[in-house]
Protein backbone atom coordinates (compact mmCIF):
# COMPACT_ATOMS: atom_id res chain seq x y z
CA UNK A 1 0.00 0.00 0.00
CA UNK A 2 1.42 3.61 -0.91
CA UNK A 3 -0.34 6.20 -0.10
CA UNK A 4 0.30 9.68 -1.98
CA UNK A 5 -0.61 13.18 -1.32
CA UNK A 6 0.42 16.25 -3.38
CA UNK A 7 0.96 19.68 -3.03
CA UNK A 8 2.32 23.00 -4.61
CA UNK A 9 -0.38 23.94 -6.91
CA UNK A 10 -1.48 27.43 -7.12
CA UNK A 11 -2.60 30.38 -9.71
CA UNK A 12 0.21 31.80 -12.15
CA UNK A 13 0.41 33.83 -14.91
CA UNK A 14 1.43 32.36 -18.48
CA UNK A 15 5.07 31.79 -18.45
CA UNK A 16 5.41 31.07 -14.93
CA UNK A 17 6.45 28.35 -12.92
CA UNK A 18 5.29 26.00 -10.16
CA UNK A 19 6.81 23.21 -8.62
CA UNK A 20 4.48 20.37 -7.77
CA UNK A 21 5.54 17.84 -4.64
CA UNK A 22 3.83 14.35 -4.41
CA UNK A 23 4.93 12.80 -0.72
CA UNK A 24 4.34 9.05 -0.60
CA UNK A 25 4.45 6.89 2.67
CA UNK A 26 3.51 3.53 3.37
CA UNK A 27 5.67 0.77 1.13
CA UNK A 28 8.50 2.49 0.19
CA UNK A 29 10.27 -0.01 -0.42
CA UNK A 30 9.56 -1.59 -3.63
CA UNK A 31 9.99 -0.37 -6.94
CA UNK A 32 7.25 1.78 -8.56
CA UNK A 33 6.38 3.47 -11.72
CA UNK A 34 5.77 7.06 -10.82
CA UNK A 35 3.56 9.51 -12.92
CA UNK A 36 2.02 12.78 -13.03
CA UNK A 37 -1.58 12.89 -15.38
CA UNK A 38 -3.80 15.88 -15.74
CA UNK A 39 -7.19 16.26 -16.07
CA UNK A 40 -8.75 19.92 -17.63
CA UNK A 41 -12.65 20.72 -17.34
CA UNK A 42 -14.52 18.62 -20.23
CA UNK A 43 -11.44 16.63 -20.76
CA UNK A 44 -9.97 13.41 -19.72
CA UNK A 45 -6.87 12.74 -17.46
CA UNK A 46 -4.01 12.54 -19.48
CA UNK A 47 -0.45 11.57 -18.74
CA UNK A 48 2.19 14.00 -18.15
CA UNK A 49 5.36 12.28 -17.06
CA UNK A 50 6.59 9.42 -15.57
CA UNK A 51 9.49 7.80 -13.99
CA UNK A 52 10.85 4.69 -12.31
CA UNK A 53 11.84 4.45 -9.03
CA UNK A 54 15.57 4.72 -7.90
CA UNK A 55 16.37 6.05 -11.98
CA UNK A 56 16.74 8.84 -13.92
CA UNK A 57 15.22 8.43 -17.43
CA UNK A 58 11.93 10.09 -18.01
CA UNK A 59 9.34 10.05 -20.37
CA UNK A 60 6.74 13.43 -21.11
CA UNK A 61 3.94 13.86 -23.32
CA UNK A 62 4.26 16.20 -26.21
CA UNK A 63 2.79 18.51 -25.06
CA UNK A 64 5.08 19.37 -22.24
CA UNK A 65 8.58 17.82 -23.25
CA UNK A 66 11.04 20.87 -22.80
CA UNK A 67 8.93 22.71 -20.19
CA UNK A 68 8.06 20.42 -17.18
CA UNK A 69 10.74 18.08 -15.36
CA UNK A 70 9.96 15.21 -13.28
CA UNK A 71 12.35 14.07 -10.43
CA UNK A 72 12.37 11.73 -7.31
CA UNK A 73 14.22 12.57 -3.89
CA UNK A 74 14.57 8.67 -2.67
CA UNK A 75 15.43 10.09 0.63
CA UNK A 76 12.53 12.43 1.11
CA UNK A 77 10.52 9.77 -0.62
CA UNK A 78 8.92 12.78 -2.79
CA UNK A 79 8.45 12.85 -6.49
CA UNK A 80 8.37 16.31 -7.95
CA UNK A 81 7.06 18.21 -11.14
CA UNK A 82 8.62 21.41 -12.36
CA UNK A 83 6.63 23.24 -14.60
CA UNK A 84 8.37 26.07 -16.23
CA UNK A 85 6.86 28.33 -19.20
CA UNK A 86 3.50 27.41 -18.09
CA UNK A 87 0.50 28.02 -20.72
CA UNK A 88 -3.16 28.79 -20.09
CA UNK A 89 -3.50 25.12 -22.19
CA UNK A 90 -1.83 23.53 -18.17
CA UNK A 91 -4.75 24.58 -16.60
CA UNK A 92 -6.40 21.41 -14.53
CA UNK A 93 -5.98 19.48 -11.58
CA UNK A 94 -2.57 17.36 -11.71
CA UNK A 95 -2.22 13.78 -9.59
CA UNK A 96 0.31 11.82 -8.64
CA UNK A 97 0.22 8.08 -9.56
CA UNK A 98 2.25 5.33 -8.45
CA UNK A 99 1.74 1.06 -9.45
CA UNK A 100 4.52 -1.40 -8.50
CA UNK A 101 6.24 -2.84 -10.92
CA UNK A 102 9.48 -5.39 -11.23
CA UNK A 103 10.89 -2.87 -13.93
CA UNK A 104 10.46 0.67 -16.00
CA UNK A 105 9.37 -1.76 -18.89
CA UNK A 106 6.00 -1.91 -17.43
CA UNK A 107 5.77 2.11 -16.92
CA UNK A 108 3.33 3.77 -19.51
CA UNK A 109 1.20 7.10 -19.18
CA UNK A 110 -2.16 5.08 -19.40
CA UNK A 111 -4.48 5.74 -16.68
CA UNK A 112 -3.82 2.27 -14.88
CA UNK A 113 -1.89 2.78 -12.01
CA UNK A 114 -3.02 1.62 -8.51
CA UNK A 115 -2.05 4.30 -6.11
CA UNK A 116 -3.25 7.97 -6.81
CA UNK A 117 -3.11 11.64 -4.77
CA UNK A 118 -6.08 13.65 -4.41
CA UNK A 119 -4.92 16.23 -7.16
CA UNK A 120 -3.82 19.88 -6.95
CA UNK A 121 -5.54 22.24 -9.32
CA UNK A 122 -2.84 24.71 -10.80
CA UNK A 123 -4.35 27.65 -12.77
CA UNK A 124 -2.51 29.58 -15.68
CA UNK A 125 -4.15 33.06 -16.40
CA UNK A 126 -3.23 34.51 -19.60
Known amino acids: QVQLEESGGGSVQAGGSLRLSCATS????????MAWFRQAPGKEREGVAR????????VYADSVKGRFTISQDNAKNTLYLQMNSLKPEDTAIYYC???????????????????WGQGTQVTVSS
Open 97 to 115: AAKSSPSSYWCNMRNEYTY
Open 26 to 33: GDTYSSYC
Open 51 to 58: IYTGTFGA
